[in-house]
């Protein structure tokens, strides 16, 4: 079946940089968009990127744009989130999920989704 | 960027009753719009897509309805296991860019 793994989350300071990543298995991952969602300790969910089932167009939140780029390795079927100058408001639990259909951005709700790894960023 | 708005922040229902969910778009969307649920220390779980379509193993007292910027979902006989904070989203803006509504929690009157 369907997995999605995130792992990379760590503690880290204002305006460092991490790399988050999201393991999938269980279906063809080089043909499917995929996306990142955040959300903040008690807070809502939030979406953060998208990328192409290619690679070749990738999609950002007002909030993160300009720092986070979202990549995938689709020969290890593997999703990337890069975040520079961390700020405080980017703590938050961090979801990979897949979309319903293959080779569609365009349907962008969530049918999959990992259990997340959690970024906090703190002085 | 598309805000979703949803109403009431919390609702408080006893269980076998009806709960009705809102959410408003600040622009149409057509039938652009799926509901999740999340419950503690879960990842959300597609409930709704397409406005009202439901997911696989969805039960039948989940309902979604609306078009363009005002959507309800509802759950005709509250079970037990139906407490937990819903989502609408939105994925009709172009280029994606696809905004979560900031949820309401369904509690147990």
């Known amino acids: 079946q369907v997995q999605l793994a995130e792992s990379g989350g760590d503690v880290v300071q204002p305006g460092r940089s991490l790399r988050l990543s999201c393991a999938a298995s269980?279906?063809?991952?080089?043909?499917?968009?995929m996306f990142w969602v955040r959300q903040a300790p008690g807070k809502g969910l939030e979406w953060v990127a998208g990328?192409?089932?290619?690679?070749?167009?990738?999609y950002y939140g007002d909030s993160v744009k300009g720092r986070f780029t979202v990549s995938r390795d689709n020969s290890r079927n593997t999703l990337f989130l890069q975040m520079h100058s961390l700020r405080l408001e980017d703590t938050a639990m961090y979801y990979c999920?897949?979309?319903?259909?293959?080779?569609?951005?365009?349907?962008?709700?969530?049918?999959?989704w990992g259990l997340g790894t959690l970024v906090t960023v703190t002085s | 960027e598309i805000v979703m708005t949803q109403s009431p922040a919390a609702l408080s229902v006893s269980p076998g009753e009806r709960a009705t969910l809102s959410c408003r778009a600040s622009?149409?969307?057509?039938?652009?719009l799926a509901w999740y649920q999340q419950k503690p220390g879960q990842a959300p779980r597609l409930l709704i897509s397409?406005?009202?379509t439901r997911a696989t193993d969805i039960p039948a007292r989940f309902s979604g309805s609306g078009s363009g910027t005002e959507f309800t979902l509802t759950i005709s006989s509250l079970q037990s296991e139906d407490f937990a904070i819903y989502y609408c989203?939105?994925?009709?803006?172009?280029?994606?860019?696809?905004?979560f509504g900031q949820g309401t929690k369904l509690e147990m009157k």
């Open positions: 999920a897949r979309p319903p259909r293959p080779y569609d951005i365009l349907t962008g709700y969530l049918v999959n």
């Open positions: 269980g279906f063809a991952f080089s043909t499917y968009a």
């Open positions: 990328i192409s089932y290619n690679g070749r167009s990738d």
């Open positions: 622009q149409h969307v057509s039938s652009n």
């Open positions: 397409g406005a009202s």
């Open positions: 989203q939105q994925y009709a803006d172009r280029p994606p860019k696809y905004t």
